[in-house]
């Protein structure tokens, strides 16, 4: 290529590097000496010099959770027409047109894009009143903690350290952004009236937010994701839910970012041993217990078990919890026993008949895709596998 050069004064051009040198020099000599001082300095945790976040590249970071979120990446338009969002790049909506035409007339008739009004119709045809109501009950409890996970991702995305955490969080954001706005128009389809959130959601959900740094990891990474995930794998199986599907393989990417996150930037000594801290996570863990009473007739609505589904989760934040190192002030097995008493205390006041049993030890994740997704959450074992270990023991 050829460029036509501007001709400059050579003696011009080395003075103004000369003095941009020295203004470098001086603004980050005065930037350094705050910092060292505790008086402020460079506000972004940024190096310009190496082009890098400080806390280096941290870049297993970026391939498990930026660019697998990428490849994973999932449409509303594609994969929930009916709710109305014109998300889909002109290739894929042309993709799609392809695949269409090379079905033949049966298959196409199968996977025909069904618009809103006959999403609405099949909701109706499937649900009765009372059902839907429940359903919105419950999914409307996680989409406000959707809104909330929106939040604190973003918070977090200014908080943790590297390039790679940083490039995995900014994908969570994006996809909480998604979940908050997609599950919005799903509950709105159902056309009842939206509840708010629950006394106990509301402590649980405003606890998390205002968590202290990385301990933010633990209240919406393991206890609200945990939530999500057993939320989503217990009612994508249900008519006109099989997107949740979709949110639950998300959620499931979402609980592993601790993990990958403290393998690279460890949690400080006194965050496992300082006895506040623990108690914070136990204050942010307490309320998702009480939130079983007020959902259990919703649950009981559609034939699930509240008392099962929160035996369930807990167990399952439990176990995210000890393998992350977030250290709580009573052990894991003790915590486990206290939850089954508390249940079946509840249900003997709750049900006209009670059998005391294990709530811990239940599994209320439906479908082998939902369950194989959660087994490779729980270190390559299926989620069933571990309630039976925990029951024997
Ligand atoms: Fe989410
Ligand atoms: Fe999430």
Known sequence: MQFSKIALRPETTSKVERIEQLANGALRGVDGLLARLSLGGRKAPYDDLVYEFDGGPA?????????????????????????????????????????????????????QRIGSAEYKAMLNRE?????????????SAIGHGEAYAWLVSAQ???????????AALTMQVMEEAKHFLVLREL?????????????????????????????????????????ALGLFGMMSHLPG???????????????????????????????????????????????AVLMIPPIEPHL????????????????????????NGFTLPVPNAVLLTLMDNLLNAYCKQSRPTHVPRSFVAQETTRGERELSVEGEVFLGKRAAASAESISAA
């Not at 099962?308 to 989760?313: I, L, T």
């Open 59 to 111: 870049d297993s970071l970026r391939t498990k959770h930026y660019d697998k979120s990428l490849r994973l990446l999932w449409k509303a338009g594609t994969h929930a027409p009916y709710l109305g969002f014109q998300d889909e790049t002109s290739e894929e909506k042309q993709l799609r047109t392809m695949a269409m035409r090379a079905m033949t007339e049966q298959e196409r008739s199968t996977v």
């Open 127 to 139: 649900y009765t009143r009372k059902e839907k109501e429940a359903v919105v009950a419950v999914l």
């Open 156 to 166: 977090l995305l200014a908080e943790v350290k590297s390039t790679g955490a940083r």
């Open 187 to 227: 509950v709105r389809a159902f056309e009842v009236p939206l509840p708010r959130l629950s006394a106990p959601e509301y402590v649980m959900l405003e606890r998390v937010i205002k968590a202290k740094g990385v301990e933010k990891l633990f209240g919406m990474n393991v206890v609200v994701e945990g939530i």
């Open 241 to 287: 839910l099989q997107i949740l599907r979709l949110f639950h393989l998300d959620e499931s990417r979402h609980t592993g970012i601790p993990n990958n996150y403290f393998r690279e930037f460890p949690l400080a000594r006194y965050a496992h041993l300082n006895p506040k801290t623990q108690f914070d996570r136990l204050s942010m863990l307490l309320p």
């Open 300 to 323: 009981a609505e559609l034939g699930i078990d509240a008392c099962d589904f929160g035996g369930s989760v807990i167990r399952k934040i439990l176990y995210l919890a000890d393998r």
